[in-house]
């Protein structure tokens, strides 16, 4: 480690912080490793658990030191059944199956090969289906045997019992081996005992199924309620609730009103803006930083400020804007918001989600950078000014350095602007000729270097 000295004499205050540094950077590291390793444990550990599920919650509460709550939540969930226009893919494909009857030619070709996909795409969603039942996917074969429907695996996932959980897995294990040996012999007697078993084996897990009752496994009607009202917010944004409550089927109008139904928002958490309101999608949701990603290169900036402190920003006008970056909040959990801000006399109000800390930013940058195609270079940029503002701006070229990353960042924010570039550009003396010198200048190489001889040492 490269010790700072003044006059001959070690720095004892800049030693200090050095340590401190290096210090944290271990514990990080530590933990980054320890919640890995406990990720991993995690899925070794539980496919293996049988008995009652309040135990298992309880054992994970214990070795992992969370709450009840917390530990039911590092259960997977079973997936969402995947609809289109309210339909399930069976119906569908019943449907078109009906279609094809009156088809011919390439027609029905390409009718077949629709069909072919839609049931691949259901296989899979089966598939993960039975991975989300943590007790039953290491017999993921055994279960197939079953000729699972989504009816099936949810009464499967239904049950929390550990000794009825025990015996099905026993009636599988049994079906499991009666296939693999009558499928290595002859027809005849030892044969027709493995067939036997097999049956009498999927027969007792059937009767297991067959008293959870179909009202078990569906949703409440508040749940069913509740999903309809955000479905319809997600594809109507900006509807109020009179709208909302003209929208319902009619056994849901007639039980609600809009005042029950703002009632129900509130619940939810849905945004609300002059009686509007507002939800994120789960596409957006499910594809958060590309989305701010696609924001930032098209009403955002990437920039820093005169005393070179990081920022990046968005921008947006309206109700929608304005609704659009509360949800962003929530979602992001980071950021300031600075709403109806009046720009000018006659434009209109003005909301700003902005990003000030360089651990928010980092944060931000770190899963938006992929995803960035306008501001991707300004984004590396501070990212490089960051790590010399936290780790390295003692050392004798972080003071020019962060000079060049300043008007690089400026450089690539106003080059395609030509009348308030040149003003840009004059204001702060950014030279045309120089700027292939700075970015030649990049410190991330020298960094690394110095990142691993801490490390060694």
């Not at 999903?227 to 109507?236: E, R, Y």
């Not at 009403?299 to 509360?326: E, H, K, L, N, W």
């Not at 801000?341 to 700003?352: A, D, L, T």
Request: net charge positive.
């Amino acid at each position: 480690m490269e010790l700072i000295c003044k006059e001959d004499e070690i720095d004892t205050n800049e030693l200090r912080r050095k340590l401190e540094e290096l210090d944290q950077a271990q514990r990080e590291a530590k933990q980054k490793k320890e919640n890995l390793l406990g990720e991993i444990k995690l899925s070794q550990w539980l496919p293996y658990q049988s008995f009652d599920e309040t135990e298992v919650i309880k054992d994970i509460s214990k070795i992992y030191s969370v709450n009840l709550t917390d530990a039911r939540n590092m259960l997977s969930s079973f997936p969402e059944e995947p609809l289109i226009d309210n339909k399930s893919i069976p119906d569908i494909v019943k449907d078109l199956r009906n279609m094809r009857r009156k088809l011919k030619g390439d027609t029905r070709m390409k009718m077949s090969k629709t069909i072919d996909h839609l049931i691949n795409a259901y296989g899979d969603h089966l598939n993960k289906c039975i991975d989300s039942v943590y007790w039953l996917s290491p017999y993921k074969s055994a279960v197939k045997m079953l000729t699972p429907d989504l009816v099936t695996l949810r009464k499967l996932e239904h049950i929390k019992d550990g000794s009825q959980r025990q015996e099905i897995i026993d009636n599988l294990v049994k079906m499991w081996e009666a296939d693999i040996f009558k499928n290595e012999l002859d027809y005849g007697k030892e044969y027709a005992d493995y067939t036997k078993v097999f049956k009498e084996s999927k027969k007792s897990i059937r009767s297991i199924l067959k008293e959870i009752s179909h009202q078990a496994i569906r949703k409440s009607r508040q749940e069913v309620l509740d999903n309809l009202i955000i479905k319809t917010i997600c594809n109507n944004p900006g509807i109020s609730s009179n709208a909302i409550h003209s929208m319902m089927p009619k056994s849901y109008h007639r039980s609600t009103t809009p005042q029950t139904i703002s009632k129900m928002l509130r619940k939810i958490n849905a945004t609300n803006v002059n009686g509007n309101y507002y939800i994120l999608s789960d596409e957006i949701k499910k594809d958060l930083y590309g989305y701010v990603a696609g924001f930032i290169d098209s009403d955002g900036y990437i920039t820093m400020d005169s005393s070179y402190s990081p920022r990046v920003g968005m921008i947006a006008t309206g109700d929608r804007g304005r609704a659009f970056f509360q949800e962003m909040e929530k979602e992001l959990k980071i950021g300031r918001l600075h709403l109806d801000q009046k720009v000018g006399e006659n434009s209109r109000s003005q909301h700003r989600l902005n990003f000030y800390s360089q651990n928010d930013i980092t944060k931000l940058l770190d899963k938006c950078l992929p995803h960035l195609r306008m501001k991707k270079e300004q984004g590396r940029l501070l990212q490089e000014a960051i790590k010399i503002k936290k780790f390295y701006k003692k050392e004798p070229w972080a003071k020019d350095r962060m000079v060049e990353i300043f008007k690089l960042i400026k450089w690539e924010n106003w080059k395609d602007a030509r009348n308030q570039g040149a003003v840009e550009f004059e204001k702060y003396d950014i030279q045309v000729d120089n700027i292939s010198k700075y970015k030649d200048n990049c410190k991330w190489e020298l960094m690394n270097e110095m990142d691993s001889i801490v490390k060694e040492e």
